[in-house]
Every structure is written in structure tokens, then in C-alpha cells.
């Protein structure tokens, strides 16, 4: 008998539990993760059912704002080996990802699982990377990709670093624009600390501030990188929300040197929005684009955060994140290479009540 496919049901939890613990010696989801993947809005959990019996399960995620879904997990029952199950669950994960607007899917597995990676090879998945140390018992991971529409694969050169800290998304943007213009630079927690220090606002009682555009330019120069700045408003920026005189006193006084610095190193500074052409066009020149977004979209939060523009596929700019959602499962592989539709990139690219729209674009000095 063909298994049903369905979505999972609180009812399930159990089920799904004994077939975690029959499957995985570690690494294992427990009954209260089950339960909060079911109810997640950007998760979908299916169920193979032979015979009103769970013969096993897949889960989906989905990154806000993204062409990505990633294959969490998928386990077929000690008893329904055999049976094509797993097969079902993943052209299932597949459809599912699709039906979600989803160009590419995801996935890690452990290196010394031959059978699933055989399984992964035969349906076309593509390996893109190996993470070292990835599971609990200290096993490395091989990490799967598989085009699910446009039949264009999606590489990038360009690599990817995770920020350490809350506040550092700008500066870790441009170490990998550095690492990428300059193989022999090497990201790291300091570097991502000096440049914070060197591109940030202020750092009051409050809390670390963040960067802002003429400031990671500026930065971006003195690393060695040409830079160019298009920023949609005149005079001080994230000031909106900053009640404390003294504090805005000090932002204010910070970018105006930002800016003489810019200005002192030649560094352009366009004032009007930048459309999608411009950053397509950057990216067509072999340059990468420092971009402000709103992290609403993405990750729920009305806060500003840098992502870095490194690809246009012809529907999508491709991003790196550095942001990683540890907390809802992301491993980097959900932040990596992001391919965003133009529409939805250009509505998360821009941050407040104004509408507020930055971007550097990055290059090496005297490319174009």
C-alpha cells in the first residue's frame, strides 16, 4: 500500500518521537521541538501514514523574505525500511518547498550516511560544503543543494562568516567583501570587533551602537577596498528613535567625521534612493553591495541590519546574511547564498518611517 502523505497534527507527537528515538542515536528532536515545528508559521512538518500507522516524517523549514527552504530533518520508521518511504518524504519535501515559492532546498547530513547521501545524490541534490564538528558527538556534516525551479545551480565565490555578536552585522558583511577581493584576508572575532569599533555610531551605557553607511565606507577604504555610498537622506541617520540629547549630540558628531573622512578620501556619496537596476549594475562590474535592510521581514525584528549583495541570478540578488537563527534551528547554510526575489528585496532594502534606503557598493580599488 502507498503511503499517505500529510501535514503532522499535535496527535502525531508522540508517533513522531518513537520514530526520532528508533532512527537517531543523537542529535534528537524532542516531543516539545515537535510540537512547536507543527504550530511554526515558516516550518511544515508531513507525515507518511500506511495503514492509519506513521511510517515516518520530514520537516521543512522556510527563511522569511527568501528563494530557500531547508530539509531539517527525515526519518522513516525501523519498520517501513524498504518501502520507497524515505523517497515519498523527499519528493514531498521538495513539492512543499516549491508550493512555498522556494527555488532552492537545503539540506546537511552526517558524512557517514552513505545510504541517505546516496539517496540525496540519486535525486539530484548537489553537495555544496562539508561543516566540521557539526553533530553532538562531534561528526562532520556534507551540506546538499538542489534547484527546484529555473534549473540555474546558484554558486558563489564569495564566502560566508556568521557575526558573533548582536550588533556587528555590518562590519562582518565587509570582512566578506574583504575576504573575497583579498584571499589572503582571513575573517575572524577581532577583525569583526576592530571594524565595529572603527565604523560605529557611538557606544554609550545603553548598549553598542550600530554602522552606518559613511562610517563602514570609510572602513571599507582604509581596508583597502574602493567604495561608493548611496544613502536616500541628508544628515545624521538613526536618530529617530534616540530620546537622550547628550546621546544624539554624540551619533551627530560621529557621522559628521564619518563623513569628512569619506569626503577627505574621494570615497562618492550619491543622495537619492538606489533602485534595483543600481545594485544589479554593481554586481554585473564584479563589485559586492553593503545593503540596509529592515529585519522584519526576515527575522520579526524592527531593527536596521547589513546584509551583503553577492549574486543576481535574472529573478533574485543573492545574499549573505550574517545573521544566523540559532534559535530557530538556521545553521548557515539558511543564511549563505539567499536568493531573494527583486520585489521583496527591494521592500525589506529600506529601514523606518522614512523609508530610509543605503547601500556601499565594494570593489577593488581602480576596477572600474
Given at each position: 500500500m502507498p503511503a499517505e502523505i500529510r501535514t503532522a497534527r499535535a496527535s502525531d507527537v508522540d508517533a513522531l518521537a518513537a520514530i526520532e528515538s528508533a532512527v537517531f542515536a543523537g542529535d534528537r528532536i524532542s516531543r516539545r521541538s515537535f510540537r512547536k515545528l507543527i504550530e511554526r508559521e515558516t516550518a511544515e512538518t508531513?507525515?507518511?501514514?500506511?495503514?492509519?500507522?506513521?511510517?515516518?516524517y520530514t520537516?521543512?523549514?522556510?527563511?522569511?523574505?527568501?528563494?530557500?527552504?531547508?530539509?531539517?530533518?527525515?526519518?522513516?520508521?525501523?519498520?517501513?525500511?524498504?518501502?520507497?518511504?524515505?523517497?515519498?518524504?523527499?519528493?514531498?519535501?521538495e513539492n512543499?518547498?516549491?508550493?512555498?515559492?522556494?527555488?532552492?532546498?537545503?539540506?546537511?547530513?552526517?558524512?557517514?550516511?552513505?545510504?541517505?547521501?546516496?539517496?540525496?545524490?540519486?535525486?539530484?541534490?548537489r553537495r555544496i560544503g562539508r561543516e566540521a564538528d557539526y553533530?553532538?558527538?562531534?561528526?562532520?556534516?556534507?551540506?546538499?543543494?538542489?534547484t527546484l525551479r529555473g534549473g540555474t545551480q546558484v554558486a558563489t565565490a564569495v564566502?560566508?562568516?556568521?557575526?558573533?555578536?548582536?550588533?556587528?552585522?555590518g562590519p562582518c558583511c565587509l570582512m566578506m567583501a574583504m575576504a573575497h577581493f583579498d584571499r589572503g584576508f582571513v575573517p575572524d572575532p577581532v577583525m569583526e570587533i576592530r571594524l565595529w569599533r572603527e565604523a560605529t555610531t557611538v557606544f554609550m551605557m545603553s548598549g553598542p551602537g550600530g554602522c552606518e553607511p559613511f562610517g563602514l565606507a570609510v572602513a571599507a577604504h582604509e581596508g583597502g577596498l574602493a567604495a561608493e555610498i548611496l544613502v536616500s537622506f541628508h544628515g545624521a541617520l538613526f536618530l529617530q528613535s534616540v530620546r537622550s540629547e547628550e546621546k544624539r549630540r554624540v551619533m551627530e558628531l560621529a557621522q559628521v567625521?564619518?563623513?569628512?573622512?569619506?569626503?577627505?578620501y574621494g570615497i562618492p556619496a550619491n543622495y537619492r534612493a538606489?533602485?534595483?537596476?543600481?545594485?544589479?549594475?554593481?554586481?554585473?562590474?564584479?563589485?559586492?553591495?553593503?545593503?540596509?535592510?529592515?529585519?522584519?521581514?526576515?527575522?520579526?525584528?524592527?531593527v536596521p541590519h547589513w546584509v551583503l549583495a553577492i549574486g543576481d541570478d535574472g529573478d533574485h540578488i543573492l545574499i549573505h546574511d550574517p545573521w544566523v537563527e540559532d534559535e530557530r534551528e538556521e545553521t548557515q547554510s539558511?543564511?549563505?547564498n539567499i536568493p531573494v526575489p527583486y520585489a521583496i528585496f527591494m521592500t525589506m532594502a529600506q529601514f523606518g518611517r522614512d523609508g530610509l534606503r543605503a547601500a556601499i557598493m565594494l570593489g577593488k580599488r581602480g576596477a572600474r
Open positions: 508531513l507525515i507518511a501514514e500506511i495503514d492509519g500507522r506513521v511510517a515516518g520537516i521543512v523549514l522556510f527563511r522569511k523574505g527568501s528563494g530557500v527552504a531547508r530539509l531539517y530533518s527525515l526519518a522513516t520508521g525501523p519498520d517501513f525500511s524498504g518501502r520507497g518511504i524515505g523517497r515519498a518524504l523527499l519528493d514531498a519535501a512543499t518547498a516549491f508550493e512555498h515559492g522556494r527555488m532552492l532546498l537545503r539540506l546537511e547530513v552526517r558524512e557517514d550516511n552513505q545510504r541517505a547521501i546516496a539517496i540525496y545524490e540519486k535525486a539530484s541534490f553533530y553532538e558527538d562531534g561528526a562532520p556534516a556534507l551540506r546538499f543543494e538542489k564566502p560566508f562568516y556568521e557575526q558573533t555578536c548582536d550588533f556587528t552585522c567625521d564619518f563623513r569628512r573622512r569619506a569626503d577627505s538606489f533602485t534595483i537596476d543600481d545594485i544589479r549594475a554593481a554586481i554585473a562590474r564584479g563589485e559586492l553591495v553593503l545593503v540596509l535592510i529592515s529585519g522584519f521581514l526576515m527575522f520579526g525584528k524592527k539558511d543564511a549563505a
